[in-house]
């Protein structure tokens, strides 16, 4: 029986040896990310920002097509009032009396009105489309600027990605056949709780008395437990992983300062 319990706390070490490993790689993953720095969220954010300009400028060359097919629609209009107009005249000179007349003027006379409309309607589309042409030339200018920014930064991510990949692929490599060591339970919970961690740290070592990660005192009791590496142990407060650091030779270095020989206090002694 006590033999069994001690392979269990040795199996128990082992695991939380093997994710404080673990934790170093993708720590150092992370800090490969890092360097990166916020270079693929701006390469996305121009990304969808050229986007923006090619479906602005395809919107504007479209209210341009609409609005060259409505002053067509207008001149044929123009063109079929002026027919009409051309026949009231003709009838004009053939009316029998002021009724007829006063009838084709006012008819003449509509034409006329719907004509100068028609017009003023033309000239407001064809400065619409003037305007549209102008927002089109701008925008293809930020469209071609923004692609040259974004071709520099590809280029400077392509760098960045091409000096730390062949380091990332070895530590993801390594990382990979330590996760081979944890049981699928313990290191499901790891990468839940390194997933909640803002600081991507899902086992800490105790320091100064507290979690590596949220920093709170760790009762005396619960550090005992810790060193004696018997479960793993999670921080009440944060709900990192916890370890004794003297397990993976990362023992904290306090200084302390020696305590000094208590200073007696000499009595005299009184003579007889």
């Given amino acids: 029986m006590a033999e069994k319990k001690s392979e269990k706390e040795r199996s128990v070490e082992d695991r939380l040896k093997s994710l404080y490993k673990l934790q170093t790689l993708l720590s150092e993953i992370d800090r490969i990310k890092y360097l990166r720095g916020e270079l693929p969220n701006e390469?996305?954010?121009?990304?969808?920002?050229i986007i923006r300009?090619?479906?602005r400028i395809q919107k504007f060359t479209d209210e341009i097509t609409d609005a060259q097919g409505y002053c067509e629609q207008k001149h044929r209009e123009i063109e079929e009032r002026r027919q009409k107009i051309a026949r009231y005249e003709e009838q004009i000179n053939n009316v029998r009396n002021n009724r007829e007349y006063a009838f084709l003027e006012k008819e003449k006379e509509f034409e006329n009105l719907e004509i100068?409309?028609?017009q003023k309607n033309i000239r407001e589309a064809n400065a619409k489309i003037d305007q549209k042409q102008q927002d089109i030339e701008k925008a293809r200018q930020d469209l071609s600027d923004q692609e040259h920014?974004?071709?520099e930064k590809k280029q400077e991510l392509q760098e960045i990605v091409n000096e730390t990949r062949a380091q990332e692929?070895?530590?993801?490599g390594k990382a990979k056949e330590i996760e081979k060591e944890i049981d699928d339970y313990t290191l499901a919970a790891f990468k839940r709780i390194r997933?909640?961690?803002r600081n991507g740290l899902g086992i800490v070592t105790?320091?100064?008395?507290?979690c590596g990660g949220c920093f709170n005192r760790i009762p005396a009791q619960?550090?005992?437990?810790?060193k004696m590496h018997k479960k793993v142990i999670v921080c009440e407060y944060c709900g990192r992983i916890m370890i004794d650091g003297a397990l993976v030779g990362a023992e904290e270095t306090v200084t302390e300062t020696a305590s000094k020989p208590k200073r007696t206090r000499k009595t005299a002694t009184k003579k007889a």
């Avoid at 390469?43 to 920002?49: G, I």
């Avoid at 692929?169 to 993801?172: G, I, N, Q, S, Y």
């Avoid at 105790?206 to 507290?210: F, G």
């Fill in 43 to 49: 390469v996305k954010d121009l990304e969808d920002e």
């Fill in 53 to 55: 300009y090619q479906t």
């Fill in 116 to 118: 100068e409309l028609a």
């Fill in 149 to 151: 920014i974004l071709e």
């Fill in 169 to 172: 692929e070895d530590l993801r």
């Fill in 195 to 197: 997933g909640n961690a």
């Fill in 206 to 210: 105790v320091q100064r008395s507290a």
């Fill in 222 to 226: 619960r550090q005992l437990e810790i």
